[in-house]
């Protein structure tokens, strides 16, 4: 009913940037909320970033100043531009989507396969 597509992972080298991209389709009525988490090897799963439907944001400490998370509402798609990356970034980044379909009253969590994110020389 609902897909999350995550694309702009891959190998950059340390102070460098990416771009991810996320896109929900499907059968939505309403998003609250979009967000992106990391997991990195031996690690649980962490959040970097969240924007509610209103705009708000709030980041990881450790990405404060680094990462940009923004929305096209239209398009029902989430972005996290990364820059100054660093070897600790390094993670498997997963897209979240906090919404409500079009048969249900009540929202609930749905997930992106995961984009690989390499940062190292």
């Known amino acids: 009913q609902v897909q999350l597509v995550e694309s702009g992972g891959g190998l950059v080298q340390p102070g460098g940037s990416l771009r991810l991209t996320c896109a929900a389709s499907?059968?939505?009525?309403?998003?609250?909320?979009m967000a992106w988490y990391r997991q990195a090897p031996g690690k649980q799963r962490e959040l970097v970033a969240r924007?509610?439907?209103?705009?708000?944001?709030n980041y990881a400490d450790s990405v404060k100043g680094r990462f940009t998370i923004s929305r096209d509402n239209a398009k029902n798609t989430v972005y996290l531009q990364m820059n100054s990356l660093k070897p600790e970034d390094t993670a498997v980044y997963y897209c979240?989507?906090?919404?409500?379909?079009?048969?249900?009253?009540?929202?609930?969590?749905?997930w992106g396969q995961g984009t690989q994110v390499t940062v190292s020389s």
């Open positions: 979240n989507a906090y919404l409500v379909i079009d048969v249900a009253l009540l929202p609930r969590d749905y």
């Open positions: 924007i509610i439907s209103g705009g708000s944001t």
């Open positions: 499907g059968s939505i009525k309403r998003i609250n909320a």
